[in-house]
Nanobody, 124 residues
Framework: QVQLVESGGGLVQAGGSLRLSCAAS????????MGWFRQAPGKEREFVAA??????????NFAESVKGRFTISRDNAKNTMYLEMNSLKPEDTAVFYC???????????????WGQGTQVTVSS
């Protein structure tokens, strides 16, 4: 169906920046929303950010913990979504997962498609 592949994870010092990418392939015709979740050891997977497009309008949504620090965008030609992470904190350390669905609401709540995840480690 839909395949999502994340990349860009790695080790970065606190205060640094990292850019994650998520390339979508397969039958993406019905995909109008993509987003990011993260899961730290011992914690539940949590929503980070999402982007959706409809009728020429782009919508974005961010978790309170990342507002002002993270930026989400999408390159339609490349069918790739990006997450620019700035001012990273040790608490941002987690496996970041790419997600996709039919709408912003679906992506932020119960996305049907997931990537394999990419590790982000922020050292102090």
């Amino acid at each position: 169906q839909v395949q999502l592949v994340e990349s860009g994870g790695g080790l970065v010092q606190a205060g640094g920046s990292l850019r994650l990418s998520c390339a979508a392939s397969g039958r993406t015709f019905g995909i109008y929303g993509m987003g990011w979740f993260r899961q730290a050891p011992g914690k539940e997977r949590e929503f980070v950010a999402a982007i959706a497009w409809n009728g020429g309008t782009t919508y974005t949504n961010f978790a309170e913990s990342v507002k002002g620090r993270f930026t989400i965008s999408r390159d339609n030609a490349k069918n790739t979504m990006y997450l620019e992470m700035n001012s990273l904190k040790p608490e941002d350390t987690a496996v970041f997962y790419c997600a996709a669905g039919r709408s912003l609401v679906l992506v932020t709540t119960q996305p049907p498609y997931w990537g394999q995840g990419t590790q982000v480690t922020v050292s102090s």
